[in-house]
């Protein structure tokens, strides 16, 4: 089973909302990963979460909050977001190890709009 | 980490193999050469990686050049269902480089019936 399960598929919110993406994953992956996707633009890192903690941050603005409340779950916290935001939010997990080249596995995504 | 180069666009026949072409010509010794491909409003899809041999798994073949230069993703029978983007990726194993996928532009690829 390499299923990554995000919620919701699709988002609206308005710039003074408050919101959160989900992540679920069930295959004993201890890294977990946001990646951001705009129209027509591959895909683009925001955090790494290694063994619950965050290990990396790429420069993303503080209006995203990542949290990692258990090794099977990440969030994405919104708030006060733009319209340039608006995006496909892409979630993903691995295996740790180095020795063979671990695979990353994608979820579906959640897209969403700022208005 | 390595930079990719690949076509912006491919045409392939149904039925026919489809043959992706990646430019790597800066790969370090401890990268490896993995592919993804994005189906239209849809996650990533992984589809294959490599080191050094070239790999085959049920999706597709990877074919990398003896010096790692540059690879090749060949899918066997394409079928309409792989119209999607595709990605070459490298990628080095190393505990700074968690979830480093630094994709491209990638390929589009268009099956035609």
């Known amino acids: ?115 | 980490d390595a930079k990719t180069t690949q076509p912006p666009s491919m045409d392939c026949a149904e039925g026919r193999a489809a043959n992706l072409p990646c430019n790597h010509s800066t790969i370090s010794g401890n990268e490896y050469v993995y592919w993804y491909r994005q189906i239209h409003s849809q996650g990533p899809q992984y589809i294959i990686h490599g080191l050094k041999n070239n790999e085959t798994n049920e999706m597709a073949s990877l074919i990398i050049t003896e010096d790692r230069k540059s690879s090749t993703l060949i899918l066997p029978h394409a079928t309409l269902r792989d119209t999607a983007v595709y990605y070459c990726i490298v990628r080095p194993v190393t505990t700074d480089s968690w979830g480093k996928l630094q994709f491209g532009a990638g390929t589009q690829v268009v099956v035609t019936p």
Not at chain 1, 31 to 38: I, L, P, S
Not at chain 1, 95 to 111: A, D, K, P, R, V
Request: proline fraction near 6%.
């Open chain 1, 1 to 115: 089973d390499t299923e990554v399960t995000q919620t919701p598929k699709h988002l609206v919110m308005g710039m003074t909302n408050k919101k959160s993406l989900k992540c679920e994953q069930h295959m004993g992956h201890r890294a977990m990963y946001w990646y951001k996707q705009k129209a027509k633009k591959p895909p683009e890192l925001m955090f790494v979460y290694s063994y619950e903690k965050l290990s990396i941050n790429e420069s993303v603005p503080s209006r995203f909050s990542p949290e990692c409340p258990n090794s099977s779950l990440l969030n994405l916290h919104l708030h006060a977001l733009q319209p340039e935001d608006s995006a496909l939010y892409l979630c993903a997990s691995s295996q740790e190890g180095l020795s063979s080249g671990n695979t990353i596995y994608f979820g579906e995504g959640s897209w969403l709009t700022v208005v």
